[in-house]
Antibody, heavy 121, light 111 residues
Framework: QVQLQESGPGLVKPSQTLSLTCTVS??????????WSWIRQPPGKGLEWIGY???????YYNPSLKSRVTISVDTSKNQFSLKVRSVTAADTAVYYC?????????????WGQGTTVTVSS | QSVLTQPPSASGTPGQRVTISCSGS????????VNWYQQLPGMAPKLLIY???QRPSGVPDRFSGSKSGTSASLAISGLQSEDEADYYC????????????FGGGTKLTVL
């Protein structure tokens, strides 16, 4: 069965760039059936979709974050990555990666366990 | 302020039937399928319902979903203590270039 695992620094300084990677195991990111998502959840708050990427590199982003976010894919490593530039305390959250489908038709059916990122000096 | 509106809380006693609503607009719920997620405390969300009313393998048939116009609902029948969790609706929004939107979440308490 497919599993996802987030990795990256747990602490980022304000104004710097947050970088996370999601490693896909048990299946190929290039299968073509799925989109690969990033979602975050600030402490005590709800879920916020950041964006997703297809194995070809086609991306969709949350309009509210689009100016600061880049999602990329490395099919040779079966990984996809997230970069958030110019972070502030408001970017402190648990970051999840998940497997989705086009327009979410089949829902995000596989999730990583999440990784906590704190923005602080 | 979430694009999709859910009640912040809901409650019920064991065995009861509870419904959670999710209100949107023509560009999101009105045009696309709705998914529901369950998030137990300290855990990652789990897909509960997809495409309005489909259950992934392993999800009990106590959980059901429906959609009408620009609103959707999640119903839980035969409420159990382990159903105490946060529930989120989500769908695609066709505005701009298109993006996923979540509801603000509903905390379900089993009394």
């Amino acid at each position: 069965q497919v599993q996802l695992q987030e990795s990256g620094p747990g602490l980022v300084k304000p104004s710097q760039t947050l970088s996370l990677t999601c490693t896909v195991s048990g299946g190929s990111i290039s299968s073509g059936d799925y989109y690969w998502s990033w979602i975050r959840q600030p402490p005590g708050k709800g879920l916020e979709w950041i964006g997703y990427i297809y194995y070809s590199g086609n991306t969709y982003y949350n309009p509210s974050l689009k100016s600061r976010v880049t999602i990329s894919v490395d099919t040779s490593k079966n990984q996809f990555s997230l970069k958030v530039r110019s972070v502030t305390a408001a970017d402190t959250a648990v970051y999840y990666c998940a497997r989705d489908s086009l327009k979410g038709y089949y829902g995000m059916d596989v999730w990583g366990q999440g990784t906590t990122v704190t923005v602080s000096s | 302020q979430s694009v999709l509106t859910q009640p912040p809380s809901a409650s019920g006693t064991p065995g009861q039937r509870v419904t959670i609503s999710c209100s949107g607009s023509r560009s999101n719920i009105g045009s696309n399928t709705v998914n529901w997620y369950q998030q137990l405390p300290g855990m990652a969300p789990k897909l509960l319902i997809y495409s309005h009313n489909q259950r992934p393998s392993g999800v009990p048939d106590r959980f059901s979903g429906s959609k009408s116009g620009t609103s959707a609902s999640l119903a839980i029948s035969g409420l159990q203590s382990e159903d105490e969790a946060d529930y989120y609706c989500a769908t695609w929004d066709d505005s701009l270039n298109g993006f996923v939107v979540f509801g603000g979440g509903t905390k379900l308490t089993v009394l």
